[in-house]
């Protein structure tokens, strides 16, 4: 069964409900998370829920949306199709199969087992789901029970999808491969240990390596496994308990949910086949809000809307004609590198009074700049706020509240301060009106001894105060307009002196209501009191102290954000109208939607379907929205709701096809075609091919395709060119013409680039060969070598690697090594070889120059294995890290 947990708004005071991201401005949460229109599953399904295992969730979340596995007919069984992928293909030892995918008893079940026949060299079969839904920032979390027996490798991840990828060969809409986070891998072989990984593929293909944590065994027993994927950072937990942290993100592209099992590791024991892996349920907690964008009447000016404009150099954030950073409401940012570079957003104000200031930052990680100033004019002047937009994660950051009076000149602008360094980018800022009362400030006061903390920050990094006595009291008053306000307060960072238990108490207009704070309340962000009526004046307040075992309070700053609540959901949008652009040229497609605005007090944005698929995260405040990279010859349905501030979402509005056109302009060449000689085998390298719909290549050998049906290499493995493609079997000693023609993703088939190459009997040793030997400390290494495979590498100043090779044939060889480099590798590493001609040596720099083959250069050797070449790290110091691979002896003549 899948459910949207509708979650009813405004919530009460919040006991047990906490808020972890203190930012995060991207929130699937309550009814937003369903397709608009979709009936009901369940009379109760947050009841139905409870009854089931619970879920460990860290603080901040709440549920949006869940798959129960409790199948789709009368009896129990089935996938529910109308969310779910089966995923395809092959992969590793095995190939993916719908069959293998079943469910039943309340579980999904992924088989693994052997073919009737052999498929080429696959002989067993695997299979998986993929979610239809895309999910952003919040917790995500299976519960499972995996395989502990040889031969199955298991993943829960999220990635996105492209008309490439074989694995789901039904998905036609647009590529959004963008970030991908291993919520766990795990080899059945040993099952009690947890890879932890991410990778992304924006601008290029980065990886983010994780670690592998031993834990308990998933094949014993159900666990429940979950990641929580936050602006800065990635937790992982088991159980509830918190396993391991990766300090980076990647960006923020909503991907794909992947469940799956493949075969992967040979030495199955086919005699207990079939096996599988069962999981109890999938379920996404959305990021509970926080209040910074619930307001209807905030004013958000976004690059390229009037009141956005810019001084020096600025270019769109574009990579091979891909944009890639991710922006507030799309994917189109501004960039600059050059010196003294401003930008600034000049707001149309609906009126006088105090706003709490936003700028998004679009962080690409550490390309980003170190110091941005922004500064923010308002009534009292200027203030200046630097930001690290690499560590900042890809959110809206608070620049502070300011009162600010329409058409006084109030803006933003923003420069790379000298005292920083990076890509300076900018995106919107937004002006949401919002009372602040921070202390110190006028409206704040104090009954009993208080003091200043510098050690424990407050909102936007501030000074906190912080009590002791049972009678202390700290209070906010804020000076309003008559109306309904959201109210906030910052909880500050907890620490084991803090009162068992305390409360806010909110007088307004209709009495006072009371919330409690206990150990499991959020800490370090803003914690919704509720919404209530405030008349005009400073009669209203929030008052905090401790109502149980006296402990140390610690106070910072409360805010007041209109909120009128309106009944029902918001009227549907009118006026839609959807076109299509296209640049033949690289392959892009993409459509521009415009409709007319809804009017209503509480109407906050506008989300937007493709064939019922939603493509916004947060609700877009403006009446447009662009979304690139369309599959050519496909008409793709358009619809937009309106999206109140509790969530409530309007009927989807009529469809508008955006039809993208069929191409038949055929992509360009590929570029740097080389031939590498090997023993009976040639290995191809060639340029990458930027354009954006690139399917990848089809390799031909004396006019005979070699790769069948599938092309090989795509947009997302660019980093893997450099490694080589093989083609086997060739003759030795004849020179066989090779072809390579790249391929769009409707098939087109570009004009061969072609060379000639005629295989050698050789002698080619990898560290996993015979002829290959070491002494001293090594270890495997993460970098891959020639043609992908294995490397070795140590940081032992006693370690040596040696390549011995049976020579056939006296003579002349020259002599290579593959280089396998990394910033961490040593800058002498130090290549000796022995021949009859005596010993020669060679050093290379592992630390640059990309992995590649070097020559060792010339010599001659007598036949049989009395020649061989050693490697040995002379600058060794226990960080110069030292890698082996592949040496290869040439004949010459």
């Known amino acids: ?40 599953l369940a009379a109760s399904p947050v009841q139905a829920a409870a009854e089931r295992a619970p879920s460990l969730v860290p603080p901040g979340y709440e549920p949006a949306w869940a798959d129960e596995f409790d199948g789709v007919t009368p009896e129990g069984t089935g996938l529910d199709e109308s969310e779910w992928f089966y995923r395809e293909g092959d992969k590793a030892i095995c190939t993916n199969q719908p069959e293998n995918v079943t469910v039943d008893d309340g579980l999904l079940h992924i088989a693994f087992d052997e073919l009737d026949e052999p498929y080429g060299d696959i002989v067993t079969s695997c299979g998986g789901v993929v979610s239809k839904r895309w999910f952003g920032y919040g917790y995500y979390e299976v519960r499972a029970k995996l395989w502990g027996e040889r031969g199955f490798h298991s993943a829960f991840w999220t990635t996105g999808l492209s008309a490439y990828i074989p694995d789901v060969p039904g998905y036609t809409g647009p590529h959004n491969r963008i970030n991908e986070i291993d ?15 991410s990778h992304w593929f924006m601008p290029g293909h980065v990886g983010n390596q994780g670690n592998l944590v031993t834990q308990a065994d998933s094949s014993a027993a159900y666990h429940a496994y979950g990641f929580e994927w936050t602006p800065t950072e990635v937790r992982f937990y088991t159980d509830g308990v918190l396993k391991y942290t990766l300090d980076k993100a990647g960006p923020h592209g909503i991907q794909n949910v992947w469940l799956t099992t493949l075969g992967y590791t040979d030495g199955v024991e086919t005699g207990n086949l079939p096996a599988e892996t069962t999981w109890d349920h999938f379920r996404y907690f959305a990021p509970v809000e926080n209040g910074n964008d619930r307001s209807a009447a905030s004013a958000m000016v976004d690059n390229g809307d009037a009141g956005y404009a810019e001084t020096g150099t600025w270019s769109y954030e574009v990579t091979d004609g891909r944009q890639v950073a991710f922006g507030a409401q799309d994917k189109v940012v501004r960039a600059s590198s050059a010196s003294g570079a401003t930008a600034s957003w000049t ?85 949401v009106p919002s009372t602040v009362v921070d202390h110190g400030s006028p409206g704040y006061s ?22 002791s006595p049972s009678t202390a009291k700290a209070r906010w008053a804020p000076t309003l307009t008559a109306g309904r306000y959201d109210v906030y307060a910052w909880v500050p960072p907890r620490d084991a002196n803090m009162p068992e238990t305390s409360a806010f ?6 009495g006072t209501a009371s919330v409690e704070v206990t150990d499991t309340t959020p800490a370090a962000g803003w914690l919704r009191l509720g919404n209530f009526a405030f008349n005009a004046g400073s009669g209203g307040s929030v008052e905090y102290g401790q109502t149980g075992t006296p402990g140390q309070m610690r106070v910072d700053a409360v805010k007041f954000v209109p909120a009128p609540q309106e009944a029902g959901a918001p009227t549907t949008p009118g006026g839609l109208a959807v076109d299509v652009t296209t640049t033949p040229a690289n392959g892009d497609a993409w459509f521009t939607a415009t409709w007319t605005p809804v009017t209503g007090a509480d109407v906050v944005g506008y989300h937007v379907y493709l064939d019922g698929q939603r493509l916004t995260w947060q609700p877009v405040r403006r009446n447009l929205f662009r979304l690139h990279e369309l599959l050519a010859g496909q008409t793709y349905d358009i619809t937009v709701t309106a999206v109140d501030r509790l969530g409530n979402e309007s009927s989807p509005s009529a469809a508008k096809p955006a039809v993208a056109p069929a191409d038949n302009l055929a992509p360009a060449p590929a570029s740097g075609l080389v031939a590498e000689a090997a023993n009976g085998r040639a290995v191809l390298y060639w340029d990458q091919n930027t354009e954006l719909d690139l399917g990848g290549y089809n390799v031909y050998v004396d006019g005979e395709l070699q790769n069948g049906s599938l092309p090989v290499g795509n947009i997302n493995d660019e980093t893997n060119r450099p490694l080589g ?8 000693d004849v020179a066989h013409t090779i072809e390579v023609r790249t391929l769009d993703l ?11 190459v005629t295989p050698l009997s050789m002698s080619i040793i990898g560290v996993a060969d015979t002829g290959y030997t070491e002494t001293g400390t090594w270890t495997p290494s993460s970098v891959p070598g020639w043609l992908a495979t294995p490397t070795r590498t140590s940081s032992a100043g006693t370690a040596s690697a040696q390549w011995r090779p049976q020579l056939d044939q006296a003579g002349e060889y020259e002599v290579y090594a593959w280089m396998p480099t990394n910033t961490n590798g040593t800058p002498v590493a130090r290549y000796a070889v022995t021949s009859a001609d005596g010993t020669a040596t060679t050093e290379y720099d592992q630390t640059a120059g990309g992995s590649r083959w070097v020559s060792l250069g010339t ?32 004949p010459v003549g």
């Open 347 to 431: 707001p149309t104000l609906p009126a006088a009074g105090s706003y709490e200031v936003y700028a998004w930052n679009p962080n690409l990680l550490d390309t980003g700049h170190t110091a941005a100033r922004y500064t923010v004019q308002h009534d009292g002047g200027s203030t200046a706020v630097t930001v690290d937009q690499t560590t900042a994660g890809q959110q809206w950051v608070s620049l502070g509240a300011y009162s600010m009076t329409p058409g006084a000149g109030q803006r933003v602008s923003v420069t790379g301060d000298a005292a920083g360094a990076g890509i300076l980018r900018a995106d919107a800022v937004k002006f």
């Open 446 to 467: 104090e009954v009993g001894t208080w003091a200043t903390s510098t050690a424990v920050t407050g909102w936007r990094g501030s000074t906190t105060r912080y009590a």
């Open 859 to 890: 010599h001659t050797f007598a036949s049989g294995t009395g020649g061989f070449v050693t490697l040995t790290n002379p600058a060794a110091t226990g960080k110069n890290f030292l890698r082996t691979n592949v040496v290869k002896f040439v």
């Open 1 to 40: 069964m899948t459910t949207n947990w509708l979650v009813p708004r405004p919530r009460p005071a919040l006991v047990a409900v906490v808020a972890v991201l203190t930012l995060t401005s991207l929130g699937l949460a309550g009814p937003a998370a369903g397709r608009p229109g979709q009936p009901a």
């Open 183 to 197: 919520g766990f891998e795990v080899d059945s072989h040993a099952p009690d240990k947890l890879a932890y990984h």
């Open 746 to 756: 409707v098939g087109n088939e570009s004009a061969p680039a072609t060379t000639t």
């Open 725 to 732: 493609y093989e083609v086997k079997d060739l003759a030795n």
């Open 505 to 510: 108490s909110v007088t307004h207009a209709g």
